[in-house]
């Protein structure tokens, strides 16, 4: 059974940190890419940030760039989200994502979110 738990939201101060955690665990995860969306009230989920299987590459939307770091753990079977200088457009639900590929299938994986506010 495929499960992702995510930890660390909370409550912080425009220019704060945090740093999100997701537990993965059912399938093979160094295997998997993995990535971190989120969705604010009244809007459409957005990605926030991919790592491949092997940590080698990543990918971030625009407004992330610079300000967020996302790495994983394949011996721990952990993907984390740094998030830096946060404003308060940052708040929303953070969900974690997990994609693979099997016998020519796709599967696709998220978690129940964690969320993030940001205000003073």
């Known amino acids: 059974q495929v499960q992702l738990v995510e930890s660390g939201g909370g409550l912080v101060q425009p220019g704060g940190s945090l740093r999100l955690s997701c537990a993965a665990s059912g399938f093979t995860f160094s295997s998997a890419a993995m990535s971190w969306y989120r969705q604010a009230p009244g809007k459409a989920r957005e990605l926030v940030a991919t790592i491949t299987g092997t940590g080698g590459s990543t990918n971030y939307a625009d407004s992330m760039k610079g300000r967020f770091t996302i790495s994983r753990d394949n011996a721990k079977n952990m993907v984390y989200l740094q998030m830096n200088s946060l404003k308060p457009e940052d708040t929303a639900v953070y969900y974690c994502?997990?994609?693979?590929?099997?016998?020519?299938?796709?599967?696709?994986?998220w978690g129940q979110g964690t969320q993030v506010t940001v205000s003073s």
């Open positions: 994502n997990a994609r693979f590929w099997l016998l020519a299938n796709t599967y696709e994986y």
